[in-house]
């Protein structure tokens, strides 16, 4: 970003051939920025303000935002997986507290995350915003007049010709027009510039990543996501109560989510059953009934992984499965429950774990703690483990146990878990679909009558992500222009040559110098060994000048 | 579908074949490397030479009624001499070098016919697991490594881009090998042509840009040393590359081709996340560590303007984002779950 310095004339011609603030800190003679100065506040902020913008500044941001998201992907993190922050507190019972008290397990949301990024962009804004301003007049103002000395341009040329001035100077002011440049006439000289798109690139990147921030801002503020499960037959209508978790923005209304709802009306995996990958999914389909509000027509729908359900703003994603074994349990005083429940899966054989619970069974209350195995086979011990994630020979493994459920104590007990320290043991059993397991001593019985799918659905609505992607499109495209655009100057000259002896008389003196940066398009000299070509072809040369090649080396700057 | 196993080992046969013709190719760079004249090979190409060797030592375009293009190499090229080959060691080890080059092309050839092969074996395009990524991977290297040396001379380039490319294809075969198979229904999306192509290309013109950029790093220490009059190691090595300044704006030139194409590949993970996971970002480890590449080589496109980074500094910075490459691809694919987790091994 640092400026086109050349060792050109006094003119501004050859300078400026971008809008970076000239980085007072590294002017490459080892000044530094001074230290801060004491005159007053309004300096000391000045100077801070100066600081904060520089590149040298940015880039050490840069850094530190890289460096601050490494703890991110190393330490488990509590947004996308809580289960593994727990298992850490185990592991490391005096560590974890210390590193939750710096927001290790919630990296990107810690407040020294927040502190780098943003200072990033408020560097980034107060570096582009000034740069944006002068490139708005760049881009309106005048290619510079020609330098009085040409030749110490890093691309220059002369020769002598028969043509006279004038028709020299038409024909490279219609040739560089032609070529798309923006041409300024003088007498005797064409002035030509091309390339501001270079510029208007580079700010239409930063200023974009400026509008990604935004949208994320309001994606956090008014944005929610939540999950729930379903099982099949059973419905889901969007309301704060209806979610198993919900993470809602700041600034959400959780009484007015969006007023749709859907059935789960049949789940279907698809396994491969051959080769190296057996056992791995091949799809997963739920079919739902849905409604984007409570008085639209019922339509139906298939949600699949890559294709979620959209309604009113919000998407429905299907993230996960299982199945729900059902139990017909009739206690001892006769009632029959009939229970289907979610089992969760512990593998990808699908062998899933899960409790019934009947509070309200009579003598005693009723809990099955069990397995479902939804192609079970027995191992060499005889047991039976689960060896396919279809359901090609489902059995259930339970053991049914009496007493307390411990669910009147007020005491928040998972639905997946039973707590049998006051219950006793009635039973233990495998069933197949069908069986039954009669409990001893009339205390009735347990009936494995079939399962059904559940599947789990992610629910969420991202306001901001259309600002968003709009924003790294014109980001990708500016990318692409400050990268591919060069930005160049070209003069032309000619002057009728001084007569010094009768053969100069009729002649003309064509002089062509450029400058550009030099950057990763190139082909700057390809560019203008045409201009050249050109115009030696419609005016010959009839005398190369001597010491044309007195060029001065360029000094090169990047941006 | 199912797989077609015959297609299968002839995909695994190619992919031997074209890591035989690489490390043949590898031996020869290195013997043209190290006995080759290095001033008459590149006067074939004198053209683009003359034109690259001009901008960077600021000689004069054009003289005269000259245009330029007819003119000798050797006149614009003060930094490489033009003296005639020396001996015959140098003469066969530039054909060495010359036979190096077709040997590559044949080596790309079979990786090619490896991935073609493999992609029609499975029905779907075949990066869907580590070894299919890594040998597309070292396919676009090898590609852009050729596509360099079509556009100007850059066979100095060969050792250091079959060094990488073999070894990952090494590591790929041994290694990361899996049998052919169906994706899970996570990667059943067009998305992963998009996104994991967009990857691919990237990553591998990063790598040829780093080999790039190591020489450059080499080369400078050369003419630093030489500058001060101090003897250097590696002399040898230096003494066959082209200036500093050419191997900065050769490396410069493919990390700017490829971040862009890095930065859309990002994009589109992102849009894919958005229909699969229903979040465009959660900071997955693969994702954040994309993100730190990303960082890393905007910082060295900054760093490259910036008075007093650029050079070795800004150099480093870019090696630096080829390790955070490299960190993503094996420590996080292997040892740390997320949700990219099924692109595993």
């Known amino acids: 970003m640092s400026e086109f310095s050349t060792d050109v004339d006094d003119t501004a011609a050859a300078t400026k051939?971008?809008?970076?603030?000239?980085?007072?800190?590294?002017?490459?003679?080892?000044?530094?920025?001074?230290?801060?100065?004491?005159?007053?506040?309004?300096?000391?902020?000045?100077?801070?303000?100066?600081?904060?913008?520089?590149?040298?500044?940015?880039?050490?941001?840069?850094?530190?935002?890289?460096?601050?998201?490494?703890?991110?992907?190393?330490?488990?993190?509590n947004g996308s997986n809580p289960l593994r922050v727990r298992n850490f507190y185990t592991k490391h019972p005096h560590l974890a507290p210390f590193i939750n008290a710096i927001g290790g397990f919630d990296v990107f949301g810690s407040?020294?995350?927040?502190?780098?990024?943003?200072?990033?962009?408020?560097?980034?804004?107060?570096?582009?915003?000034?740069?944006?301003?002068?490139?708005?007049?760049?881009?309106?103002?005048?290619?510079?007049?020609?330098?009085?000395?040409?030749?110490?341009?890093p691309f220059f040329t002369t020769w002598t010709t028969t043509a006279d001035v004038e028709s020299v100077v038409t024909a490279a002011h219609t040739s560089l027009r032609t070529?798309?440049?923006?041409?300024?006439?003088?007498?005797?000289?064409?002035?030509?510039?091309?390339?501001?798109?270079?510029?208007?690139?580079?700010?239409?990147?930063?200023?974009?990543?400026?509008?990604?921030?935004?949208?994320?801002?309001?994606?956090?503020?008014?944005?929610?996501?939540?999950?729930?499960?379903?099982?099949?037959?059973?419905?889901?209508?969007?309301?704060?109560?209806?979610?198993?978790?919900?993470?809602?923005?700041?600034?959400?209304?959780?009484?007015?989510?969006?007023?749709?709802?859907?059935?789960?009306?049949?789940?279907?995996?698809?396994?491969?059953?051959?080769?190296?990958?057996?056992?791995?999914?091949?799809?997963?389909?739920?079919?739902?009934?849905?409604?984007?509000?409570?008085?639209?027509?019922?339509?139906?729908?298939d949600i699949t992984v890559n294709h979620p359900l959209s309604s009113g703003g919000a998407n429905v994603y299907?993230?996960?499965?299982?199945?729900?074994?059902?139990?017909?349990?009739?206690?001892?005083?006769?009632?029959?429950?009939?229970?289907?429940?979610?089992?969760?899966?512990?593998?990808?054989?699908?062998?899933?774990?899960?409790?019934?619970?009947?509070?309200?069974?009579?003598?005693?209350?009723?809990?099955?703690?069990?397995?479902?195995?939804?192609?079970?086979?027995?191992?060499?011990?005889?047991?039976?483990?689960?060896?396919?994630?279809?359901?090609?020979?489902?059995?259930?493994?339970?053991?049914?146990?009496?007493?307390?459920?411990?669910?009147?104590?007020?005491?928040?007990?998972?639905?997946y878990t039973i707590d049998t320290t006051k219950m006793t043991v009635l039973d233990t059993a495998e069933l197949g679909v069908g069986q039954t397991l009669v409990l001893p001593n009339g205390a009735g019985s347990v009936t494995f009558v079939g399962f059904d799918q559940w599947a789990t659905f992610q629910i969420s609505r991202d306001p901001g992500k259309g600002v968003v992607l709009v924003a790294v499109a014109v980001m990708v495209l500016g990318l692409i222009l400050s990268l591919r655009v060069r930005r160049r100057r070209l003069w032309v000259r000619a002057t009728s040559r001084p007569i010094v002896d009768p053969a100069d008389a009729g002649r003309t003196v064509v002089e062509i110098g450029g400058l550009t940066r030099t950057d990763a398009s190139g082909g700057f000299d390809d560019e203008f060994a045409r201009l050249v070509a050109e115009l030696q072809q419609q005016f010959p040369v009839v005398e190369a000048v001597e010491g044309a090649e007195g060029v001065v080396p360029m000094v090169e700057e990047e941006g | 579908m199912d797989v077609n196993i015959g297609l299968a080992r002839l995909s695994n046969d190619l992919i031997a074949g074209g890591i035989a013709a690489y490390s043949l190719a590898f031996l020869g760079y290195a013997v043209d490397a190290a006995f080759g004249n290095h001033a008459s090979r590149v006067s074939p190409t004198a053209?683009?030479?003359?034109?690259?060797?001009?901008?960077?030592?600021?000689?004069?375009?054009?003289?005269?009624?000259?245009?330029?293009?007819?003119?000798?190499?050797?006149?614009?090229?003060?930094?490489?001499?033009?003296?005639?080959?020396?001996?015959?060691?140098?003469?066969?080890?530039?054909?060495?070098?010359?036979?190096?080059?077709?040997?590559?092309?044949?080596?790309?050839?079979?990786?090619?016919?490896?991935?073609?092969?493999?992609?029609?074996?499975?029905?779907?395009?075949?990066?869907?697991?580590?070894?299919?990524?890594?040998?597309?991977?070292?396919?676009?290297?090898?590609?852009?490594?050729?596509?360099?040396?079509a556009r100007q001379p850059a066979r100095y380039l060969g050792v250091f881009v079959m060094a990488p490319v073999v070894l990952a294809l090494g590591i790929a075969v041994l290694v990361l090998y899996v049998a052919p198979a169906p994706l899970v229904p996570a990667l059943h999306s067009y998305w992963l042509a998009i996104h994991v192509t967009a990857a691919i290309i990237a990553s591998g013109v990063f790598t040829v840009a780093t080999a790039a950029t190591f020489m450059f790093l080499v080369a400078d220490r050369y003419a630093v040393a030489q500058a001060a009059g101090r003897p250097v190691r590696f002399s040898?090595?230096?003494?066959?590359?082209?200036?500093?300044?050419?191997?900065?704006?050769?490396?410069?030139?493919?990390?700017?081709?490829?971040?862009?194409?890095?930065?859309?590949?990002?994009?589109?993970?992102?849009?894919?996340?958005?229909?699969?996971?229903?979040?465009?970002?959660?900071?997955?480890?693969?994702?954040?560590?994309?993100?730190?590449?990303?960082?890393?080589?905007?910082?060295?496109?900054?760093?490259?303007?910036?008075?007093?980074?650029?050079?070795?500094?800004?150099?480093?910075?870019?090696?630096?984002g080829f390790v955070t490459i490299l960190f993503n691809f094996f420590v996080v694919n292997i040892f740390i779950t997320g949700v990219h987790s099924y692109a595993g091994v």
């Open chain 1, 111 to 153: 407040p020294w995350f927040a502190a780098v990024y943003l200072l990033l962009f408020v560097s980034l804004a107060g570096c582009v915003i000034p740069r944006s301003r002068r490139h708005f007049r760049a881009m309106r103002a005048r290619p510079p007049s020609a330098p009085r000395n040409l030749a110490r341009l």
């Open chain 1, 179 to 301: 070529k798309r440049f923006r041409v300024d006439r003088a007498a005797g000289s064409v002035a030509a510039e091309k390339g501001h798109l270079r510029e208007t690139g580079n700010l239409l990147f930063h200023l974009s990543l400026l509008v990604v921030l935004g949208g994320v801002a309001v994606s956090a503020g008014f944005g929610f996501t939540g999950t729930v499960l379903v099982k099949e037959h059973e419905g889901f209508s969007d309301t704060a109560i209806a979610y198993d978790s919900l993470k809602a923005g700041t600034l959400v209304d959780k009484a007015k989510l969006p007023p749709f709802s859907f059935t789960l009306n049949s789940f279907d995996a698809t396994y491969e059953r051959t080769g190296a990958t057996r056992g791995a999914a091949d799809s997963f389909d739920a079919h739902v009934t849905w409604q984007p509000n409570l008085n639209a027509k019922p339509r139906t729908a």
């Open chain 2, 47 to 149: 053209l683009r030479v003359s034109k690259t060797i001009a901008a960077d030592v600021r000689v004069p375009v054009l003289v005269g009624g000259s245009t330029g293009h007819d003119r000798p190499a050797g006149a614009a090229a003060p930094a490489m001499s033009s003296t005639p080959p020396a001996d015959r060691y140098s003469f066969v080890a530039s054909r060495v070098g010359k036979v190096s080059v077709a040997l590559t092309v044949v080596g790309w050839l079979l990786h090619l016919g490896a991935i073609v092969s493999r992609g029609v074996a499975v029905h779907r395009l075949p990066w869907g697991n580590m070894y299919e990524f890594t040998l597309a991977l070292a396919f676009t290297a090898v590609t852009a490594f050729l596509v360099i040396m």
């Open chain 1, 318 to 415: 299907l993230v996960g499965h299982g199945y729900a074994p059902h139990f017909r349990v009739t206690d001892g005083s006769g009632q029959v429950f009939d229970q289907v429940t979610p089992f969760l899966p512990n593998d990808s054989t699908f062998d899933s774990q899960g409790v019934v619970k009947l509070p309200d069974a009579k003598p005693q209350q009723l809990g099955i703690s069990g397995f479902f195995l939804p192609t079970a086979v027995n191992d060499p011990n005889n047991r039976p483990v689960s060896v396919f994630p279809a359901p090609d020979n489902p059995i259930v493994v339970i053991g049914v146990f009496a007493g307390d459920l411990g669910l009147d104590n007020g005491v928040p007990r998972s639905v």
């Open chain 1, 17 to 77: 051939l971008d809008t970076a603030p000239i980085e007072r800190d590294d002017l490459g003679t080892g000044q530094r920025v001074g230290r801060m100065p004491v005159a007053s506040l309004w300096a000391q902020l000045r100077w801070a303000w100066y600081l904060l913008t520089s590149m040298r500044t940015a880039l050490i941001l840069l850094f530190l935002l890289a460096l601050a998201a490494v703890p991110g992907s190393v330490l488990p993190q």
């Open chain 2, 236 to 320: 040898a090595l230096a003494r066959i590359m082209p200036s500093p300044e050419v191997l900065d704006r050769t490396a410069y030139r493919a990390y700017a081709f490829a971040f862009p194409i890095w930065t859309f590949a990002v994009i589109a993970g992102a849009i894919w996340a958005e229909y699969a996971w229903g979040h465009y970002w959660q900071w997955d480890p693969k994702e954040t560590w994309a993100f730190i590449t990303w960082v890393i080589y905007a910082g060295y496109l900054h760093a490259r303007a910036t008075a007093g980074w650029r050079g070795r500094n800004a150099a480093y910075i870019a090696l630096l």
